[in-house]
């Protein structure tokens, strides 16, 4: 059990309607920031670089709801990071705030001139801007990288882009961590991310079945559109300010309902009630799919060896956990 770091300064975040702009005049890093992965994570570096630079603050504009889920509501949407997911992450970096702009129709229908004249200029005063080489933003994805850098030119703010970033030939993009979720593979999405992928809800009343079996577990719902494949995971557990090993499983539970997919948390070495507490659930390592035994014995002998195989990869894997922050 470890304690996690706390963010030494606080956070200001800024939202569409609020009165006042505490963060008027920064640099700003702009984009979804699904994940906050280590592609954002170089765009945000740059911000904070240019901000330095300058002696002005540094922000994350980003937007709520997704825009997918506006422009394409009939698509299922698997977010890597729910906004307050997001906006943790961002208060872990050096940022001094973040900026959320709400995405609807009447956002997506400005120009991208009038984006720039009317957002970035008019009501944040933009003390220059970072974003990633495939940005695109106003009415139907009009405005480019080179757009906003000639927009920049003649406002007077600089316009930094990022290069795309590659992993051992991988693109470090929101979609290809998807994909590895989507396929178990949570290693492989921690390597892109640079941290484990988390996922953040309260624990509900279950039907108790696994206290019978002697692994009382948490339940937690996820989002519906949550991508991750079903089966069985090494975790590691964050709430109260502290961590602690576990084994997950998430899925539909084949051996009795085959109901919902649900995730169940076991945390090793812990007595305590958790109902009602939210808990931050980290996915360390992949151990097995879902499966139906022939008898309960059977179940209990494979969640033992599920238990020492969790253990052993969480052993590899010492505190690593998110890099989350205060908001």
């Known amino acids: 059990m470890t304690e996690p770091i706390s963010r030494p300064k606080p956070f200001i975040i800024q ?79 050096e940022l001094d705030g973040a900026i959320v702009l709400k995405f609807d129709a009447d956002l997506a229908s400005l120009s991208p001139q009038d984006f720039v004249r009317r957002i970035l200029v008019e009501r944040f005063g933009i003390g220059g801007a970072a974003i990633g080489f495939d940005f695109h933003f106003g009415k139907n994805r009009m405005g480019s990288p080179v757009f906003l850098q000639g927009e920049g030119a003649r406002y007077n703010f600089a316009v930094d882009v990022m290069p795309p970033l590659q992993d051992e030939g991988r693109p470090v993009s929101s979609g290809t961590i998807r994909k590895a979720l989507a396929a178990g593979r949570v290693i492989e999405a921690a390597e892109l991310l640079g941290y484990p ?82 808990l931050d659930v980290a996915f360390l390592a992949w151990i097995r799919q879902e499966m139906k035994f022939d008898s309960i014995d059977d179940l209990i002998r494979q969640m033992d060896e599920d238990s020492a195989k969790a253990r052993e990869a969480l052993s590899r894997a010492p505190g690593a956990f998110p890099p989350l922050g205060a908001i």
């Open 15 to 93: 939202r569409d309607g609020a009165q006042g702009y505490a963060l008027r005049g920064a640099v700003l890093a702009i984009g979804n920031f699904d994940g906050v992965h280590r592609g954002h994570r170089a765009v945000i570096a740059e911000a904070l670089g240019r901000a330095q630079i300058l002696g002005r603050p540094a922000a994350a504009l980003t937007f709520e709801p997704h825009p997918a889920a506006v422009l394409r509501p009939q698509e299922p949407m698997f977010r890597l990071t729910d906004q307050t997911a997001k906006l943790r992450l961002l208060a872990g970096t």
């Open 197 to 278: 992928w988390f996922v953040s809800s309260t624990v509900v009343t279950g039907d108790k079945r696994g206290r019978a079996l002697g692994y009382p577990t948490a339940n937690l719902k996820l989002d519906p559109g949550c991508g991750l494949k079903q089966g069985i995971y090494a975790v590691r557990v964050g709430f109260d300010g502290k961590l602690y090993e576990a084994v997950a499983s998430f899925g539909r539970r084949p051996m009795f309902d085959n109901g919902a997919p649900i995730l169940e948390v076991f945390l090793f070495d812990f007595n305590g009630d958790l109902y009602g507490q939210r």
